[in-house]
């Protein structure tokens, strides 16, 4: 099935100024871009940098897209839909000689978008699915030499200007890895997620865009290739995205909505940010800026276009294996009336001969147009080779988040030698352990005979993760002196392994520790089978429990009519005696008498405390000066549980 995705994957610019170097200004010729103008299918175009002199390059029944220049001008690579993924393909710049540049076979559902070429025209970089996740991968010009450049998700790759470095976007930014793989490194800080990098052709800085708080493409920013001195480019909260450098380094295209997920449109933008043009009205995403000034002449084929999905072309099949037919045709200037196989689409193959087989499809359309198409492939012959496949091992076992690397090997008894030897994932790649439960592997082995064995691994990812803990009680800041709140929590393991303890400061439901006043500390620790241990701690504090002062002092906290020089008594409760140390420091300070706000310095007070058990009173006789008639002062008690009391106190004249 033909697969249309918008590629807005991220990449990022790559190092400093000084290793990106700088090419000399390019001449400014004409923007590649993807459009969907036409039956909803994807196809690459390309018009002038002002929008006029548009034209159609690709006219397949596949989807086409992401297009990028080559450096001189005279070609143009692109991503091309297949029946199971994204190839790269390459075209010259008027459409002619298209051809798959990467040798993927079409029954590889891995996918390889967003190429790019290198500043010396000799390699194309792109991101690929071919080794489970996203990574970045180059590729010679000619199609031999692929190399795969980093081993962590990573798409949308750009070439520094020198060719040294190559931009990236990462799982949070976007980063920059020398060209053989080494050093990768993020430039970008906090914002909204950043993406599709562009260096600018004096290797300065680079050009992205960040999403908004909807999650769509944002506003356009540039920074420098050390990460520093981001700026916004582009303002009025439309949807931006894909911006691409002239070649001269003086304007920037770039694709805009609206309001996403409405269509896109073709825009530039001066470095300077302004002077903002939209250039097409289509809807047309993906641009490119190339130094091409040469208008194509192209024309879209007469025949009808056969594609053959399977059999696949040159491929080798096993006799057990049932797939079914599956082409189609069509036609670009007239109706295909007639499309016939060997077999009809959707009935079986016939495997039942060994050996070399052709496949043939036949089209003609409303005009009298005729086409015919034919695949050769091949039926193996069974003389089964052997595999060894040592990691995973059938029935293993391994605990989750394992750093474990696949390792099998193939090998033919009879010396034959061995032409294919494919497991679920490649021999030495990491062997993905991050999830619990029970997993397949397989092994595939084809030797030069064409005789074929498969070898399956069961195995178990074990979750031995430490158990978890929760803490309902204490969960407080404070509590009074001996209170009867009582401790709540308990233990559990993410993995469900059993809990053979868990243990608190107090049992659960007990009385949580409160005999003192100061600081406390509440543990759990939590013990699962497999010997994981996890402890977890919550702190709170014990204060008095202190109940309010009593007459003379009134519910507002206020003493009235006070006599200078005469002592004061404070009576209180801490519920219970809590001994004659609770108070640690006494003061008096100056204060308005109208709003009790400080007038002067606090000074030490003298007092002293007693305890009566019949009534559960403290009693502190405060000491006061004469001097003090008409005024009006703030009395502080300090208890030793570091709280703290205040008596407001006007003092008669």
């Known amino acids: 099935m033909r697969r249309f995705v918008q590629l807005f994957m991220i990449v990022l610019a790559l190092g400093l100024v000084s290793s990106a170097g700088a090419t000399p200004p390019g001449t400014n010729g004409r923007i590649a871009y993807s459009s969907a103008r036409s039956a909803n299918n994807p196809e690459i175009y390309s018009a002038n940098a002002d929008g006029s002199g548009e034209r159609r390059l690709t006219w397949t029944a596949d989807a086409e897209q992401s297009p990028s220049w080559s450096p001189d001008g005279t070609k143009v690579a692109y991503s091309h839909a297949r029946a199971n993924g994204w190839r790269i393909w390459v075209m010259n710049a008027d459409g002619s000689d298209q051809k798959q540049l990467t040798q993927t076979d079409d029954f590889d559902s891995s996918d390889e978008i967003e190429p790019q070429w ?34 962590f998700i990573s798409t949308h790759p750009a070439w520094s200007p020198d060719g040294r470095q190559i931009a990236y976007v990462g799982p949070n930014a976007i980063g920059i ?5 080494s050093n990768p490194h993020s430039i970008t800080g906090p914002g909204g997620w950043a993406g599709a990098p562009s260096w600018s052709p004096d290797g300065s800085r680079l050009a992205f865009y960040r999403n908004d708080a909807h999650g769509y493409p944002g506003e356009l920013y540039l920074v420098n290739t050390d990460g520093s001195k981001e700026t916004q480019l582009t303002t009025g909260g439309f949807n ?10 003086t304007q920037i295209v770039f694709q805009r909505s609206p309001h996403a997920p409405d269509p896109w449109h073709l825009w530039r933008i001066g470095a300077d940010g302004l002077n903002e043009e939209q250039l097409t009205m289509a809807e047309n995403y993906g641009p490119d800026w190339g130094t091409s000034q040469v208008v194509p002449e192209t024309s879209p084929p007469d025949a009808p276009v056969i594609e053959i999905f399977s059999p696949e072309d040159g491929g080798m099949y096993h006799p057990l294996a049932r797939p079914v037919a599956f082409y189609q045709c069509s036609s670009f200037v007239s109706y295909v009336v007639s499309c016939e196989g060997d077999v009809p689409v959707g009935q079986e193959l016939n495997f039942s001969t060994s050996g070399a087989h052709t496949f043939t499809v036949r089209a003609v359309d409303l005009d009298g147009r005729t086409a015919t198409k034919t695949v050769s492939y091949e039926v193996l ?3 089964p080779p052997q595999s060894d496949l040592r990691t995973p091992s059938d029935g293993g ?16 008894p009879d010396g034959g030698g061995i032409a294919l030897c494919d497991g679920s994932l490649p021999d030495g790649a990491p062997l993905d352990t991050s999830q619990a439960g029970t997993h397949r592997f ?10 074929m064995t498969q070898s399956i691994a069961t195995y178990t990812i074990v979750d031995r993760r430490p158990p978890r803990i929760e803490i309902g009680s204490p969960s407080l800041r404070t509590y009074p002196i001996d209170t009867a709140a009582s401790a709540s ?3 559990w393991s993410p993995g469900s392994v059993w809990i053979v303890s868990c243990t608190g400061t107090v049992p659960n439901g007990d009385r949580i520790p409160a005999a003192s006043v100061g600081p406390h500390t509440f543990t759990v620790t939590a013990t699962d089978a497999n010997g994981k ?7 709170y504090v014990v204060v008095y429990s202190f109940v309010g002062f009593d007459s003379p002092v009134d519910a507002s906290g206020t003493i009235t009519d006070a006599r200078a020089g005469d002592a004061i008594a404070l009576k209180f409760s801490l519920t219970g005696n809590q001994g004659l140390n609770v108070i640690s420091k006494r003061t008096w300070q100056p204060a308005s008498c109208a709003d009790w706000t400080p007038a002067g310095t606090a000074v030490p007070a003298d007092g002293k405390l007693s305890y009566s058990s019949s009534t559960d009173r403290y009693r502190d006789i405060v000491t006061t000066s004469s001097s003090w008639k008409g005024t009006c002062r703030v009395l502080r008690l300090d208890f030793a549980d570091s709280t703290a009391q205040e008596v407001h106190v006007r003092f008669k004249k």
């Open 240 to 249: 931006n995205a894909q911006p691409t450098w002239s070649p001269d380094g």
């Open 118 to 151: 290198s500043p010396d025209g000799t390699q194309i970089a792109f991101a690929s699915t071919r080794i489970d996740t996203y990574n970045v991968w180059v590729i010679k010009a000619d199609g031999s030499g692929l190399r795969r450049i980093t081993t």
């Open 442 to 451: 397989s092994v595939i082995a084809v030797d030069n005979a064409g005789h």
């Open 489 to 491: 929590y308990y233990c």
């Open 381 to 383: 012959d069974l003389e």
């Open 397 to 412: 076992s391994y605990e989750l988040g394992a750093d474990l690397t696949i390792d099998y090997s193939c090998s033919d």
């Open 533 to 539: 241990t996890t402890t977890s701690s919550v702190a």
């Open 177 to 181: 890895v020398d060209a053989d793989g």
